[in-house]
């Protein structure tokens, strides 16, 4: 019978569980790809893109929210369970408050094993997966970006200008390519028009005049006619590879020196993009510290969720309680969030957010316990 009903309850908040983080996550993607549509009308780049880097973008948002979907889940199936009065059918089988909660906590590794396989494998690559499309790309919808009397600078190192468009001719048009630090060319045109050849955007220009500026030796020289191939160029967004896409083996080689991770024998080889300088160590430090120890505050939410086990509904101060312990671990999710900032910074500062989980837990199960021994 203990297993029978630890399995409902088990099974029930899995089940609130996945329908909350399945429509919030999918609120969340949605506001997020409204956000992310400047992809195509600032950067030019096609709705295949868009749609593949912001799908990618979705397990991302998934392990952001998983901590706080696990906590209400946890917090509206107990409470549920004692408005109904379920929870009778436990103490009735012999099964103590105590033993509950343990149950509780142990049914979270589950969780916090899920979050570990997303922080530290699956959002990485899918955060990586998004930003190569971005980076393989080609700019298709420069054509439909570049406004009258506007200076458009979508395209890296390289600015247009055009004074009137009417359908697919532009009037009055002037380029400025950056080339180098000291170095710059500006194109001026009477006439210009654009053509997709092969895939290619090209930039038809006529009645014009390129001045060369190399160091401060300025040439200019006139044309009747020429192109300018635009897929060349690339978008100004960022594509390097930043921390957050990196694998965890890349972020550990930066620590491959350390006495923790000699005595593991990890085979570690050097990345292709991430720097392990000074300048950057903190920041990596911190990444790794997300992914693997953050979920540690899973089992912590959830045994402050069992505290709602020492109230009843027919205590004259439940509805007092229950706030208390969604408060309670609401605001351990908020400190989990904000101490991340302080890794790192100082020895200190740096125990003190290791320690806080066990501060934290020591706090709540004192007064799980001496709440227990009242009622008793």
Not at 352 to 366: A, D, G
Request: charged fraction near 20%; hydrophobic fraction near 45%.
């Amino acid at each position: 019978m203990e297993k029978f009903i630890f399995k409902k309850l088990y099974n029930n908040i899995t089940l609130f569980f996945i329908v909350s983080l399945v429509s919030i996550s999918l609120i969340i993607w949605i506001i997020q790809a409204i956000n992310y549509l400047d992809i195509v009308s600032e950067d030019g780049h096609g709705m295949k893109i868009y749609f593949m880097y912001t799908l990618y973008n979705f397990p991302k948002i998934i392990s952001r929210i998983l901590l706080f979907i696990f906590f209400t889940s946890v917090f509206f199936i107990i409470l549920r369970y004692e408005e109904k009065n379920e929870l009778l059918l436990f103490w009735i089988n012999g099964i103590n408050k105590t033993e509950f909660s343990r149950k509780i906590i142990k049914f979270s590794l589950i969780y916090l094993l899920i979050q570990l396989v997303l922080s530290s494998y699956i959002v990485p690559y899918t955060q990586f997966k998004a930003k190569s499309f971005l980076r393989g790309s080609k700019i298709e919808y420069l054509p439909s970006i570049v406004t009258e009397k506007k200076f458009n600078d979508a395209v890296k190192n390289l600015t247009i200008f055009i004074d009137r468009k009417e359908n697919n001719m532009l009037y009055n048009v002037l380029i400025k390519e950056e080339i180098s630090k000291y170095s710059f060319q500006i194109i001026t045109a009477k006439k210009g028009q654009f053509n997709l050849q092969t895939g290619n955007n090209v930039l038809i220009l006529s009645e014009g005049q390129i001045i060369n500026n190399e160091k401060g030796s300025i040439n200019s020289f006139s044309f009747e006619n020429t192109e300018i191939n635009l897929s060349n160029y690339m978008s100004k967004r960022t594509l390097y590879p930043k921390i957050q896409e990196a694998s965890l083996k890349d972020l550990l080689f930066c620590f491959k020196d350390s006495i923790l991770l000699k005595k593991i024998n990890l085979s570690l080889i050097k990345p292709k993009y991430l720097l392990c300088n000074k300048d950057y160590i903190d920041e990596i430090f911190k990444e790794i510290v997300k992914r693997l120890y953050l979920p540690i505050y899973i089992p912590l939410v959830a045994m402050i969720a069992s505290i709602l086990i020492l109230s009843s509904r027919d205590y004259i101060n439940h509805n007092y309680f229950k706030t208390l312990m969604y408060l309670n671990g609401f605001g351990t999710i908020v400190i989990s969030e904000i101490s991340l900032r302080y890794v790192g910074k100082t020895a200190e500062s740096t125990i003190l957010f290791f320690s806080l989980p066990l501060i934290i837990f020591s706090i709540n199960y004192w007064f799980f316990n001496n709440k227990l021994k009242v009622k008793n």
